[in-house]
């Protein structure tokens, strides 16, 4: 089991940076691998960037790859999302998700695949 909490969204000007922290509770966090999805207002739940158990594979989705770049701390029970040039099409509330994986190198990419979530924070990019 492992409880999630997201934090660091908020307004931003197009071009400009955030980052987004997740705080992991329970032991086992490195038994996870971890992810970072957005849901636009009216849109699906979509991949944003994935992160495997040991933290040595990552993927990005192609609208966010050399933007973003995700990251772990195993030994803090942490995980992170650095935004940077962003745009307004970014603008989404933003969701830390976790699935128990046998893998050390596996990332999954699928929403469905993932068994925790956070509660979410908002991310507005302005124009």
């Known amino acids: 089991q492992v409880q999630l909490v997201e934090s660091g969204g908020g307004l931003v000007q197009a071009g400009g940076s955030l980052r987004l922290s997740c705080a992991a509770s329970g032991r086992s966090f490195s038994t996870y691998a971890m992810g970072w999805f957005r849901q636009a207002p009216g849109q699906e739940r979509d991949i944003v960037a994935t992160?495997?158990?040991?933290?040595?594979?990552?993927f990005y989705a192609d609208s966010v790859k050399g933007r973003f770049t995700i990251s772990r701390d195993n030994a803090k029970n942490t995980m992170s999302l650095q935004m940077n040039s962003l745009k307004p099409e970014d603008t989404a509330v933003y969701y830390c998700?976790?699935?128990?994986?046998?893998?050390?190198?596996?990332?999954?990419?699928?929403?469905?695949?993932?068994?925790?979530w956070g509660q979410g924070t908002q991310v507005t990019v302005s124009s």
């Open positions: 998700a976790a699935v128990a994986s046998a893998a050390t190198w596996g990332v999954p990419r699928r929403s469905g695949e993932y068994s925790y």
């Open positions: 992160i495997s158990r040991s933290g040595g594979f990552t």
